[in-house]
């Protein structure tokens, strides 16, 4: 009778587990587009780190990721013994009952003495603590915390001989514990601890490089994403994985700012699309449009999630849809009335007036050089800027680098792309791609990490593959260990370098470390805002935020500057063109009157 009653209950865990758990693979696969598996032994060292090794959740919050991790592993470890725990249900045994069980068996105890300690832990800062970003109380993980110390308690149990193994209590102990996992795994897809199965595959077929943004095919009537099925499969998967941990918005500069926008609760809505009504149009029903247009498509939330979770990709595709309808903010008209003009430049600047500048200070233009340097329309137009641009020239002159500019370069559509409009977008991209392919460079460097990460995304469409693209930080850099470039020790007095999103995160560690070092060879003392790397926090310019303004909340650009200034560093060195422009507004309007802001390229030409 208890063997019939044992597999009644295992029949209905079982499905209360795999109806819901297909229904959501149903929807992954109703998506557009597929999960990506390939290349199979870079993703596999990503799964490695961030998912068995748990690298991500202990590196971004030490404490409680180290007692997130001793849960898994204790699960890990006892995924051997839970299984033989329901063969000895049915008087078979695996692992036997002799010494190799005894030893085995300890070793599992161990870990579920780290378990209780971590789950101790975690029920304490959840229910007690309570840290913002968890959000209200919840039943269900309420529940879970009180399944796993049950769990772990009446292992312990059996393992001590804390009662009688023959006893009846013991046969109560064995029932209890196989309730409760059975219970437990019946209510994994009902709560966020989805992600236990999910996450492995979330993060496993997470692309390479944040927030990739495919290009739409217009003659397939693509227009951008209006209800939930609009978006791609990876989308749809990363939102029933979210674990609700809050990282996102503790890192989301737009969330930090007192803005509506708040990462976490936007993958959660998309969620909710999923279970109520996928006909229904995403915006206005459960995400307001507000929320689409306050995001600088930094990378933070995207970075700091422990489950592969995407944010800034679903966010781009709900504003392609939404210009497709006409739908933006006012002040982007006028960013695509440049776009779209004589020009091609945010600003409506005539192309003479690049040409001029080229033409006035003897910029090369480029045939066979060895690099091409893409100015970016900063670069070409922005009369601060230029400064820059004419720093980083005279570096390159002064390490006999062989290099030139293209007189007809056009905007690489960056900010179009982000604001949501990929039909402009493809019209610049095509027209540069063409440029590009005849002049058949080899090294592309840029001073605008921006225009880097927009030339990367040209090879999804036409491109020619096998080009370098590196930032001039990076390039400066290998130019100092080279020999080739020498500049004099610095004695300006102290720095604080600005990590600009676009170059710490969506380029990685070498995004990081480059500028540091160029300003370390140079002899700067090197100041560190609290917030650096990839934690760093956004200036606010990016994702078509400089042309539009921010109507809630803290200036983004005023956040940054203030903790910039509270280093006490004399300078900020800046490696972007938008982060430049904003940290400087941002010292103006603070009125810092004894702070300089300058790129790196500008510091070492002097």
Known sequence: MSKLILSALILLSLASFFVPLSRILRQVKQAKGKLSWGPFGARFRRFLGEVLLQSKVIRDRPLPGLMHAFVFWGFLAFSLETLDHFFRGYGVSFLGHGPFHKVFGGFVAGFAILVLIGILYLAFRRFILRPQALGKFSPGSFAVAV?????????????????????TAAKWNWWIHTIVILAFLGLI????????????????????????????????????????????????????????????????????????????????????????????????????????????????????????????????????????????????????????????????????????????????????????YWMGCMGRYDAQYQKTALSFAKLLNKAGVSWGVLKEESCTGDAARRAGNEFLFQQLAEENIALL???????????????????????????????????????????????????????????????????????????????????????????????????????????AMLFTEETQGKRINHERTDELVQTGAKNIATSCPFCQMMVRDGATDREYKNVTVKDIADILAE
């Open 147 to 167: 399944f796993i110390v049950v769990l772990m308690v009446t292992y312990l149990a059996s393992y001590f001989t804390w009662i009688d193994p023959q006893s």
């Open 189 to 372: 897809p009902h709560s966020k601890h989805m992600h236990l199965a999910l996450s492995p595959f979330t993060t496993f077929s997470k692309d390479f490089r944040i927030a990739r943004i495919k290009p739409l095919d217009f003659e397939n009537e693509e227009f951008g994403a209006e209800k939930v099925f609009d978006l791609d499969a990876h989308t749809i998967l990363a939102a029933y994985t979210c674990v609700e941990c809050g990282r996102c918005m503790d890192h989301c500069p737009a969330n930090q700012t007192g803005k509506t926008l708040n990462p976490k609760e936007f993958i959660l809505n998309l969620r909710k699309s999923l279970k109520e009504d996928v006909e229904k149009e995403v915006i206005g029903n459960t995400v307001s449009s507000e929320i689409i247009w306050q995001c600088t498509t930094c990378g933070a939330c995207t970075t700091q999630c422990p489950v592969g979770v995407e944010h800034v990709t679903p966010l781009i595709e709900f504003r392609r849809g939404l210009v497709a309808e006409g739908n933006f903010p006012s002040p982007m008209g006028n960013l695509f009335k440049g776009l779209e003009g004589a020009g091609k430049n945010p600003w409506s600047y005539e192309r003479g007036a690049a040409e001029d500048f080229i033409s006035k200070n003897a910029f090369p233009l480029f045939k066979d050089q060895s690099v091409l």
């Open 437 to 543: 392919n005849e002049a058949k460079p080899t090294t592309i460097v840029s001073t605008c990490p921006h225009c880097l990460a927009t030339l990367e995304e040209y090879e999804d469409m036409g491109l020619n593959r096998g080009i370098e693209f590196i930032h001039h930080t990076s390039f400066l850099n290998r130019l100092m260990e080279q020999g080739k470039l020498k500049v004099k020790t610095n004695e300006s007095g102290s720095v604080v370098y600005h990590d600009a999103c676009y170059l710490s995160r969506y380029r990685g560690k070498e995004g990081i470390e480059a500028p540091r070092s160029v300003l370390k060879t140079h002899g700067a003392e090197l100041k560190e805002a609290s917030r650096n790397g990839s934690k760093s926090f956004c200036c606010g310019a990016g994702g």
